[in-house]
């Protein structure tokens, strides 16, 4: 797959203190991309930094190999919401797109078709301060996607969004990759992170800590946990071999197994007289490895990530 966009070893100082510190990956045509960390981790200061929004102190940005962006190449939906309030909706959409070069008859024909699939039909000729949040919201992703980019950056694209529409979101998130669209996408929704994404990279105190494929990351990061409900005594369970931990609440214990152990032989070697009404084992979720390593757990711990 293409490499659309690169970034090399990007390091940004605000004053003196540092937050983002050698951050490199790429963006390949076709995959969406997950940027992901906790709050204050530096996502939206590496967007910014890739936007021309902000400058590095040092690294490269190259687009399909060259220093230069172009940015009527790019669809970025900014973390902060808004456009002009008391603008029509088409005017806004047209005004965006010819700022980006877009043939204006082709623009039109777009939106339209856009504020259809988006439920907004009808409100071409309403003003920005005439819809609610979350259909600004719409109006504002299709204003990033209408001249047809071949990178779109989405910082937060869910948020604030009902069940409902993120499923739209998704879907045309989706569909923009499966049509080519290198995708960026910051989100703090590990489980739509975790369905739709190809590659990911966590980033913790402004570096880099995980980089790779979804399954790679489960297979590196994800250990297996045993949910047992049935009544045990925890020194019990804490005995058990190639634990990294036991956690209980009331008769449901939850078996963290310690890396590579292999599930299938460990349960094999469970005692006989163990109380089981269920038994379920599992990867840990994306979910529970962004907790781990925001808090500085085992995996955080095992990887040698620290706290600033
Ligand atoms: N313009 C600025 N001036 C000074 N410090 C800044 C500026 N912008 C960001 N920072 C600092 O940089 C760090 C990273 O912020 P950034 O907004 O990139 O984080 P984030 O990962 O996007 O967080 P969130 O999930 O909360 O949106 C934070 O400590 C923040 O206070």
């Known amino acids: 797959m293409e490499t659309m966009l690169t970034v090399e070893k990007l390091n940004k100082s605000f004053k003196d203190k540092q937050v983002i510190r050698d951050i490199s990956f790429d963006v390949r045509k076709g995959e969406i991309m997950a940027v992901l960390g906790p709050n204050g981790a530096g996502k939206s200061t590496t967007i910014r930094n890739i936007m021309g929004i902000m400058y590095p102190d040092a690294g490269a ?8 962006i172009p940015r009527h190449k790019i669809g970025y939906l900014p973390e902060e919401r808004g456009l002009y309030k008391n603008v029509k909706v088409m005017d806004i959409l047209l005004y965006l797109s010819e700022l ?5 008859k082709k ?4 939106a339209l078709s856009y504020l259809k699939k988006f439920g907004l039909e009808g409100q071409a000729n309403s003003s920005v301060e005439e819809l609610s949040k979350g259909m600004g919201q719409k109006v504002q992703f299709i204003s990033s996607i209408i001249h047809e980019p071949e ?7 869910f ?7 993120q499923e739209l979101f998704k879907h045309e998130i989706r569909h923009l990759a499966e049509n080519g669209t290198a995708i960026l996408l910051s989100s703090h929704q ?4 975790e369905e739709m994404c190809d590659r990911l990279f966590m980033m913790h ?8 494929n979804m399954d790679d990351v489960k297979e590196r990061y994800a250990n297996f946990k045993c949910t047992v409900r049935g009544k045990s005594d925890l020194d019990v369970l804490q005995g058990l071999p190639d634990l990294e931990r036991v956690e209980q609440d009331e008769d449901t214990s939850v078996l963290y197994l310690a890396k590579d152990v292999q599930a299938v032989n460990w349960l094999k070697n469970l005692p006989d007289n163990l109380s ?9 979720s994306l979910h529970e490895i962004f907790i781990d390593i925001a808090t500085d757990g085992n995996i955080a711990q095992r990887e040698g990530v620290t706290h600033a």
């Open 190 to 193: 590990m489980n739509l992170v």
């Open 107 to 110: 623009a039109r024909e777009r």
């Open 151 to 157: 990178l779109l950056i989405l910082d937060e694209p």
């Open 61 to 68: 940005i190259s687009f399909r190999g060259h220093a230069e």
């Open 159 to 165: 948020s604030g969004l009902d069940p409902v529409s």
């Open 276 to 284: 089981v009404q269920e038994l379920s084992i599992d990867r840990i």
């Open 100 to 104: 980006k070069d877009y043939p204006l």
């Open 205 to 212: 105190n402004g570096e880099r800590i995980i980089y790779g």
